[in-house]
């Protein structure tokens, strides 16, 4: 019976179209519905620090007042459905097509909001006095700026005093197959954008001029080839991906006068931000005067750091989360740390962390989707880990 709520309540947030910011009907549906089950619900409203308005849920269930918690994060918000033409249904009519529920917000993440209330609502059918108290922190801010969402609600959390034991993000973490990936961490991310300026000429006479394509090209190369590290237990090796080069075209007699490259780098827990950008100054330093003749180059860098890498070591949650996932998916799940970014990177400052939710491939895609067997899968397997949590 639970399961089939799980579904329903999916239904309903799906029907709630709620991008980033404030969206008081989406948080007010999850306050209604907790606090039915008995949850203590706060909704807490955040702005300010160049962002927008954002309103986030606070919910705890903890009847014997006991340290020991367990909270499920997760994000209301979902991004843009996008061209709606190239939708096979509404996003927002929540249909069930076959054996999948179709909408945006489906697999990233409103059903597994909706799994994890409906095991707690089966879990306390059951168990009406936990050991344990039990908690929501749900924002409707993760998909945009992600600066009056998680953050703060955690910052609120531990000036009133409210502990946070172990937490499970309900991002979706399989790649392919439900059940394979559980996530304990992730690479961080800096978009970089760099700029040789040359001193523009005449092909003929290369002599007068400094062509920053030719160090440009150089710089990409030695920056490409270099090899930041060999990954290690729980990480990917660093990568660099180049994501644009340009230069303006004057002509096929004319040197221009600069060049540019964009690229991203994804760096695991060997290095952080300060060390990548340190790196980066220093090759574009050195790529620049290496060309000079009687003219130097010079560049400008901008970056854009996305996040920092991190690591939630696995302890009991992830052991216990494990065992639920082999119990009901019938599969070993792995612990991993690749894709984007999410609030865990936030949470792991507090508490263990481990993300487990459902399939990603179609998030943010048009038709994005879950299986109604994955969405039921899911809900036991939360249920499975409140139950091992005594
Ligand atoms: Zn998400």
Not at 15 to 28: A, L, Q
Not at 122 to 136: Q, Y
Not at 317 to 323: R, S
Request: charged fraction near 25%; include cysteine; glycine fraction near 6%.
């Amino acid at each position: 019976m639970t399961t089939q709520k799980a579904l329903e309540l999916s239904q309903e947030l799906i029907k709630i179209p709620s991008f980033s910011g404030k969206n008081d009907e989406v948080i007010k549906f999850l306050s209604d519905y907790l606090t039915k089950l008995g949850f203590n619900c706060e909704t807490l409203e955040y702005e300010g620090d160049s962002s927008y308005p954002v309103n986030n849920l606070h919910a705890i269930f903890n009847p014997k007042k006991s340290d020991k918690t367990i909270y499920f994060a997760g994000h209301t918000d979902v991004v843009s459905a996008g061209d709606l033409s190239a939708w096979k249904n509404d996003p927002f009519a929540a249909e069930i097509v076959g054996d999948k529920l179709i909408g945006r917000g489906a697999v990233d993440m409103k059903c597994a909001i909706s799994c994890f209330v409906a095991a707690v609502e089966e879990f306390l059918g059951n168990n009406p006095n936990p050991n344990f108290g039990i908690g929501f922190l749900i924002t409707n801010d993760e998909e945009a700026d992600s600066i009056n969402g998680t953050q703060k609600v955690l910052k609120w959390m531990k000036e009133n005093n409210y502990k946070i034991t172990y937490c499970i993000v309900g991002e979706p973490t399989n790649p392919e197959k439900f059940g394979e990936m559980i996530k304990i961490g992730r690479r961080g991310s800096i978009n970089f954008s760099v700029k040789i300026i040359g001193r523009q000429g005449h092909v003929a006479y290369p002599e007068n001029a400094v062509n920053p394509n030719t160090i440009l090209i150089n710089l990409l190369k030695i920056l490409k080839d270099h090899k930041f590290d060999n990954g290690n237990q729980f990480f990917d090796p660093t990568n660099l991906e180049i994501t644009a080069i340009s230069s303006p075209n004057f002509g096929n007699n004319v040197i221009p006068n600069e060049a540019s490259a964009n690229f991203n780098i994804r760096f695991n827990n060997e290095h952080n931000s300060k060390s990548i950008i340190e790196l980066i100054e220093y090759v574009c330093q050195k790529s620049s005067k290496g060309f000079g003749n009687k003219f130097i180059a010079s560049y400008e860098i901008e970056y854009k750091i996305s996040g920092e890498s991190f690591l939630s070591s696995p302890k009991f949650l992830a052991e216990i989360m494990i065992k639920s996932v082999e119990k009901i998916c019938k599969i070993k799940p792995l612990l991993s740390t690749t894709g984007g970014t999410s609030d865990a990177r936030f949470i792991k400052d507090y508490c263990e962390v481990v993300e487990f939710g459902l399939i990603n491939k179609t998030a943010h895609q048009v038709n994005e989707f879950a299986d109604l067997e994955d969405i039921f899968k899911l809900q036991q397997t939360y249920l499975d880990v409140l139950k091992n949590i005594n």
